[in-house]
């Protein structure tokens, strides 16, 4: 078969409004500037592009230099280009000229291109659904030797992705907030939130998504990690500022069933001398889900509680959900203003615990004002200043995701961006009120949700040291992933007797872990379970065993006091960290290579990472483990807290490790203020 004529292929690229499109047949391709060093590429087969930024903010002012010749398009903006052939294939350079990124394509239609082929295999393809969208798939070349990192929180222990088969999706204990840091200096921001797939495989990569209409990503060039998130955090924005009362321990159990029982719990810290930040109501403290208020029965004076939990130096945290029991008083009104999502098949249930529920639709902006009215009403009003955003994937009993459509369309186009609309109802209707540093809990997170001042924790995780090692990667990726607000259930969700000496080495294991997070806090679902307090409401749900810390033994109770006096200890340095985060989009736990990109090693190491810019965090992984080999890397010196010594970079120590420490390194002349483990 003779190739298609070269003529067929030019006048083809134009300059419009600032950026360089393609046009050829019934695809539209556009590239244009959005910030420095950073590049917005779209793709489209409907008659317009859409318009929606999803996690993009509008750019800084910048401009492109565009160079069109009869074969090639190029764009410049600073440390990036993108060059486009008449075939269509897309080519991303640094200012040096070196290959960031490029599209696979293997057809015998641009004669000029290097990978001329039968296989006739396009680099953007749109499938058509009958009668409705395109599933899209955008393909790369791929460099085997290449480090992936970001992505979000996915429960499985690689912190490098390269390799890994990712789903677009979120679920209990996944985030899907699809950024990535490539060691090959460039960041991707997959900016559409539609359910998909993104294989980082050997030959390719290759992005997916099952419905949309439009191909939508963001790419930005730099020398070093930290100039790569920097620029990302100017794109989708940064957090804000953390709240003083949010930086120190965090006391959680599955459920205090009364007023009188969390009072209790606070005076008992209170009376020991330990310091509590924050104390929690958690889940079904209510009469239905959806009534977003206290059950009367068994938390009789909000108020009165609140006044003393603030005497005793606590915030309390309240958890709201966001399915509405169709026997909640709420449900009529809402289903009458189309507040809630709806079932394109069968019955409009998307959960049956407790009751036959739906979602609030948070991707309709009266939605988000009708809850955040009703939370303002009876908790913010009463005192209440920090929510508990759970169940905020959405969770379904099923993840149907083609069952489900939502104000903004249907799930499997945009779905993903549920998250960071349930933590934006929240975050502007505390601003509204004059929260001037809104922070809120919730168990998910899409791209830009860190703007909307969204603290994420990992989800309902398993108690076991296994689950312990997938924090760790979950952690450090999600803080790539411009999510530096994170933290996890110390000791995991699901199971643990406080009476097991299996299931307290892990908790005091991953308690000297959490007092290095970005927030502290202790919460699960302790065996064995108390039985229900009462017949309706609120006290139809059972609860967990105790979980405070001195529920584990004195001796364990010896060393968790010490951690929470050690995190107080901290809070100066804290506060700076948070601080970075707030102005640069600096993740506050990071690998070993985000502070020494020239350090090879430093790249491969996946079991420790930075607490700050001068604290080198070694945590215990692994049960019976009472000592461990810590890397430390070439280009600075470093002192263990525990002995003083000093060590030049370069090398790998082993360390010991008893019960009562994990390995701790200071940098060699940082000025922290306050001693770790009495150096």
Same mark, same amino acid.
């Given at each position: ?9 030019? *006048? ?6 600032? *950026? ?38 509008? @750019? ?27 075939? *269509? ?43 409705? +969208? ?24 690689? /912190?490098?992705?390269?390799?890994? +088969? ?51 990503? =963001? ?23 953390? @709240?003083?009362?949010?930086? *120190? ?85 809402? !289903?009458?203003?189309? !507040? ?18 739906? #979602? ?27 929510? =508990? ?59 830009? $949700? ?16 296994? $689950? /312990? ?15 530096? =607000? ?10 643990? +007797? ?7 080495? !892990? ?14 806090? /202790? ?22 065993? +105790? ?74 992984? #692994? ?8 890397? !430390? ?47």
């Amino acid at each position: 078969m003779a190739l298609l004529g070269d003529t067929k292929y030019s *006048g083809v690229f134009f300059e419009v409004d600032g *950026g360089l499109e393609r046009h050829f047949d019934d695809e539209t391709l556009r590239i244009e500037p959005w910030g420095e060093n950073s590049l917005r590429i779209r793709a489209t087969k409907e008659p317009a592009f859409s318009g929606e930024p999803w996690a993009l903010l509008p @750019p800084a002012p910048c401009k492109a230099e565009i160079e069109i010749e009869t074969y090639t398009a190029r764009l410049r903006n600073g440390g990036i280009e993108a060059e486009i052939s008449s075939g *269509g294939k897309l080519t991303l350079r640094n200012g040096q000229g070196k290959i960031l990124l490029e599209e696979y394509i293997r057809n015998r239609k641009d004669p000029h291109a290097a990978y001329c082929s039968a296989l006739e295999v396009e680099p953007r393809e749109f499938c058509p659904i009958l009668g409705g +969208d395109y599933t899209l798939r955008v393909r790369f070349e791929s460099a085997p030797e290449e480090k992936l990192y970001g992505m979000g929180q996915y429960q499985m222990p690689h /912190l490098d992705l390269k390799g890994c +088969d990712l789903e677009l999706a979120q679920r209990n204990s996944q985030a899907s907030v699809p950024f990535l840091l490539s060691s090959l200096g460039y960041g991707f921001l997959w900016n559409n939130p539609g359910v998909g797939r993104v294989c980082f495989g050997k030959n390719l990569t290759t992005w997916e998504a099952r419905s949309t209409r439009e191909m939508d990503y =963001w790419v930005t060039a730099g020398d070093s990690p930290a100039q790569i998130e920097e620029a990302y955090a100017r794109a989708t924005g940064t957090v804000p500022e953390m @709240p003083d009362f949010a930086k *120190g321990f965090w006391q959680c159990k599955l459920r205090y069933r009364t007023q009188e029982e969390l009072l209790n719990v606070a005076r008992e810290y209170k009376r020991l001398g330990v310091p509590v930040s924050v104390i929690v109501v958690d889940f079904f403290h209510w009469p239905h889900q959806g009534d977003w208020k206290f059950d009367p029965d068994y938390w009789p004076d909000p108020e009165g509680m609140i006044r003393q939990l603030k005497e005793m130096g606590m915030e309390l945290m309240v958890s709201i959900w966001p399915t509405v029991d169709q026997e909640s008083e709420n449900y009529t009104e809402m !289903l009458k203003k189309g !507040l809630l999502i709806r079932a394109d098949r069968g019955l409009r249930i998307a959960m049956d615990f407790i009751g036959n529920t739906v #979602h609030f639709d948070a991707t309709r902006p009266e939605a988000r004002q009708f809850i955040w009215q009703k939370a303002k009403q009876n908790y913010f009003d009463k005192g209440v200043k920090l929510f =508990w955003l759970d169940e905020a994937e959405p969770e379904y009993s099923r993840y149907d995701f083609d069952l489900y459509r939502y104000y903004l369309g249907p799930n499997l186009r945009v779905g993903n961006i549920y998250p960071a609309m349930y933590a934006k109802a929240f975050f502007d209707g505390m601003r509204s009120e004059g929260v001037e540093r809104p922070i809120n809990l919730l168990r998910c997170a899409w791209a830009g $949700s860190q703007r909307y001042g969204a603290l994420v924790w990992s989800g309902d995780i398993h108690s076991s040291f296994a $689950s /312990l090692r997938n924090q760790l990667a979950a952690g450090l990726n999600m803080g790539l992933a411009g999510i530096p =607000w994170w933290t996890t259930d110390i000791g995991g969700f699901h199971g643990g +007797d406080p009476k097991d000496p299996a299931f307290r080495e !892990l908790l005091v294991r991953w308690f000297e872990y959490g007092a290095f997070c970005p927030v502290m806090r /202790l919460h699960g679902d302790r065996e064995p379970s108390l039985p229900p307090i009462g017949e309706k409401g609120g006290g139809i749900c059972s609860s967990g065993s +105790d979980n405070e810390i001195w529920s584990y033994g004195e001796e364990n109770y010896g060393i968790l006091r010490d951690h929470i006096l050690l995190r107080e200890r901290m809070r100066p340095y804290i506060d700076r960290i948070m601080r970075e985060a707030h102005e640069k989009g600096t993740p506050v736990i990071r690998p070993l290579f985000y502070d020494f990109p020239k350090d090879p090693a430093a790249w491969n190491v996946e079991d420790q990472f930075f607490f700050g810019p001068d604290l080198l965090i070694a945590p215990v992984l #692994h049960a019976g483990e009472r000592e461990r080999n810590v890397y !430390l890397p070439t280009g600075a010196d470093w002192v263990e807290t525990h002995s003083g010594k000093t060590y030049p970079g370069g090398q790998t120590v082993l360390c010991q490790a008893p019960i009562e420490r994990i390995p701790v390194f200071v940098r060699k002349g940082a000025e922290l203020g306050f001693s770790v483990y009495g150096e």
